[in-house]
């Protein structure tokens, strides 16, 4: 990890703090609407589970306008949750909002959580819970269930485990959840879900790493926690927190930077680290820990023809990039399921009359999945695509940004064609292709590691 770049706001404020047991970081970009609720959830679960212990409250804000900040400070006085609780905590929350200073010029959502690290390991806390500032779904109980199992059950790292709708967490979907798993052999269901629990020990390891990238200043943070967390050998533990409520995304309008920076952050992990997943087979479960809820998540409706359209869109200035870095059989199906989407995208266009003066937002998910039925992008090609992604990585021939840039598009049609097939299915129907995919990704791994393996005799053959 870079040299520290706290301010000397930050440094005052962690000598006023002095030390703490347990801490609860959130970071902030304009959540002035919603930040309150969580601050007070998350200030109500450390009163009632965790009396005893001296906790801190930190908001790392990225300088948001909205008034986000002056929220979490205003929002109402401490002894409220205590009397409504019927709670005398032994301490007193110290609740802390602060301005987080950027990485190399770069800010966002990692970026807040490595001052929040830098805070955790100043302050000696035994737990970090970190929790987004979106959230609709947190309760009190959250805190206990993240920072439980690091207190109480000897572990360093909490993932969540949520009922997620079935179009919802694309990303986690197609690629970090059966990747993660088929690579370091830990079925954790959540490797981004972004609320997390983090021992005192993980949070200096994750100090004392010096593999962090722009990308992880982003939204590459997530990923990055939890494979530092695997391949660090650290203990892990999911958690069952219920549905993940929060301001919701369109995968074809507003995931395309975040798939950038996720991606990019699992590829080059992986390539960093085949000693950590070179001789894993199969995987296992992870242990799990909270009470089982039966929550239906709220629906979120996805623009299908979009994504296949795009997904055309890509294949018609993407496809050199496409043909050096996968495996040419590889490249003509994908450039195939592509030209297909291109036409089966204008004749749903047509048929449900989008375009011109109607752009669409008057057709339903179910309506236009209905128009694309035919269309389907196979979890092993898919899986495949992934592979090749790693070793193109290794290779290094197109720089890593862009060749995940250039990948973005094949993951719309991926994510169309599972909207498509799925559109009739419950959400635990759905759960089970997410399953079968994450099987294949397994049954797979050996078209990655024996060519991986290639690579390494081919270097030793002729080395630099
Ligand atoms: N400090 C900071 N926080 C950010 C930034 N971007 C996102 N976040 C926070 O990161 C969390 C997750 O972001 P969100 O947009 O909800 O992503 P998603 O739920 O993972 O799709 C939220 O708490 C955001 O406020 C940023 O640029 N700076
Ligand atoms: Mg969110």
Redesign the pocket.
Known sequence: MPATTLTPAIRDEIARLGRADIMVG??????AATIGYVVRAAHAGLVQYFPDLKPVLVN???GSPDGTQRVVIETEPPDYVESILLVRPTNKLDRVTLT?PEIDGV???G??LRTIFEIAAALEVQALVVV???LRSIVPEWIELLAGPILKGGYDFTAPLYSRYKYDGTITNTVTYPLTRALYGHRIRQP?G?DFGVSGDLVRHYLSLDDWTPEIS??GI?IWMTTSALTGGFAVCQTRLGAKV??P?DPGAD?GP?FRQVVSTILSLAAQHPDAWLGVRGSHDVPAYGFERIIDPPPLEVNAIRLLSEFHAGSLTLADTWRRALDPANADAVLALAEEAGRLADDASRRLGIGGENDGSRATTLEMAEALSTFHFPDELWARVVYDLVLAVRRGDIETGRLVASLVPIYFGRVGSFVIENRHLTTADAEERVERQARHFELLKPYLVDRWLAMDAAAAESPA
């Open positions: 959130i970071p902030s970009f304009k959540n790392s804000d990225a987080y800010g966002g959502k970026a807040a987004d500032s979106d981004i972004g982003k939204f997530d929060h301001d995304k995931l975040m």
